[in-house]
């Protein structure tokens, strides 16, 4: 199975990733998400799953099964 893909039907869009590359993903504080390409018969598709960070707004709305936010600290 390729890093990323995608399954189609009616009205409904599913991305698989491989759980190797889910593995890796998940426990790296420097890979954001994991990209591919997947050719379609008029073209190309690029798919992108990207990790959901917790907001710096220094408030925990929406903050629940986020990742860790790598620019903690940093001043805009």
């Known amino acids: 199975m390729p890093n990323i893909t995608a399954l189609h039907r009616a ?3 599913a991305v698989a990733l491989s759980s190797e590359s889910v593995r890796q993903w998940a426990h790296s504080s420097e890979q954001v998400g994991v990209y591919g390409r997947l050719y379609v018969w008029n073209g190309e598709l690029m798919l992108l799953v990207e990790k959901d960070f917790a907001c710096l707004d220094a408030t925990n709305a929406d903050n629940d099964d986020t990742f860790s936010n790598p620019n903690i ?3 805009c």
């Open 11 to 13: 009205q409904e869009v």
């Open 73 to 75: 600290g940093i001043a």
